[in-house]
C-alpha cells in the first residue's frame, strides 16, 4: 500500500516565478491538507480540501491556491514567489470522518 | 483559534534516561491530540494520538502521553530512551477535521 507521494522532491526557482507541487493522497483517503514546514519550526496549514472544494484555510496569502482532482491528488500553487516561500512543503492525506493524517515526504523548496 | 506551545526546544539526554515532552495547547472546544516525529531523513510519523476515553495513551516503540484536561496539557514519555529516539518531536492538535496547528518541535538528542 503506497503511502503519500509528494513530487517533485527538490525545487528551486528564482523571485516573481510560479511553481506548482503534487501530492497523492494514501490509498482510500479522501482529504487531503497542505502544510509549510520553514526551518527551526513546525508545519503550518495552508489549506486543505474534500470533494474537489477547499474546505479550510490557513493564514496564508492569495498567492497561495490549490486543486483537488477526481482521483483525489491534489497540486499547490503558489505564484509570485518570494524568498521567504523557501520551505519545504508537506501533504498530508486523512479520511474525513477520521483525523489522523499520513504525511508525505515533503517538497524542498528554494527560492533564489 | 487554536494554538500549541512546545516548552523544550532541544533536550539532550543518554540512553536510559526517562522523557518527558511539555506541550500546552489553547482551544475552546473538543479536541484531538498528535504527537509526530521526524527522525533524521525521514517524513513526519505518527507516534500516538489522543481522541477520546483512556486520557493516558499508548504509541509505537515504549512512548505514552497523559492528556490532562483541566491543565490543557498533553505530555510526552518515555521510561528510558534509546539512541535510536534522537529526532524531532511535534505536538498537535486537531480542533477540526484534518486541520492541525503544530508546536514548533523539540529536538532530542540520545547520547549513547
Known amino acids: 500500500d503506497a503511502g503519500v507521494t509528494q513530487s517533485p522532491t527538490h525545487l528551486i526557482k528564482t523571485r516573481g516565478q510560479q511553481v506548482t507541487l503534487r501530492c497523492s493522497p494514501k490509498s482510500g483517503h479522501d482529504t487531503v491538507s497542505w502544510y509549510q514546514q520553514a526551518l527551526g519550526q513546525g508545519p503550518q496549514f495552508i489549506f486543505q480540501?474534500?470533494?474537489?472544494?477547499?474546505?479550510q484555510r490557513g493564514n496564508f496569502p492569495d498567492r497561495f491556491s490549490g486543486h483537488q482532482f477526481p482521483n483525489y491528488s491534489s497540486e499547490l500553487n503558489v505564484n509570485a514567489l518570494l524568498l521567504g516561500d523557501s520551505a519545504l512543503y508537506l501533504c498530508?492525506?486523512?479520511?474525513?470522518?477520521?483525523?489522523?493524517?499520513?504525511f508525505g515526504p515533503g517538497t524542498r523548496l528554494t527560492v533564489l | 483559534a487554536q494554538s500549541v506551545s512546545q516548552h523544550n526546544h532541544h533536550v539532550i539526554l543518554s540512553e536510559a534516561a526517562s522523557l518527558e515532552l511539555g506541550c500546552n495547547y489553547s482551544y475552546g472546544g473538543t479536541v484531538n491530540l498528535f504527537w509526530y516525529v521526524q527522525y533524521p531523513g525521514q517524513h513526519l510519523q505518527l507516534l500516538l494520538k489522543y481522541f477520546s476515553g483512556d486520557p493516558l495513551v499508548k504509541g509505537i516503540k515504549g512512548f505514552e502521553a497523559e492528556f490532562i484536561k483541566s491543565k490543557f496539557s498533553f505530555n510526552l514519555r518515555k521510561p528510558s530512551v534509546q539512541w535510536s529516539d534522537t529526532a524531532e518531536y511535534f505536538c498537535a492538535v486537531n480542533g477540526f477535521a484534518g486541520k492541525s496547528t503544530f508546536g514548533d518541535g523539540t529536538t532530542l538528542t540520545v547520547k549513547p
Open positions: 480540501y474534500y470533494e474537489e472544494e477547499e474546505r
Open positions: 498530508a492525506s486523512s479520511l474525513t470522518r477520521n483525523n489522523e493524517q499520513f
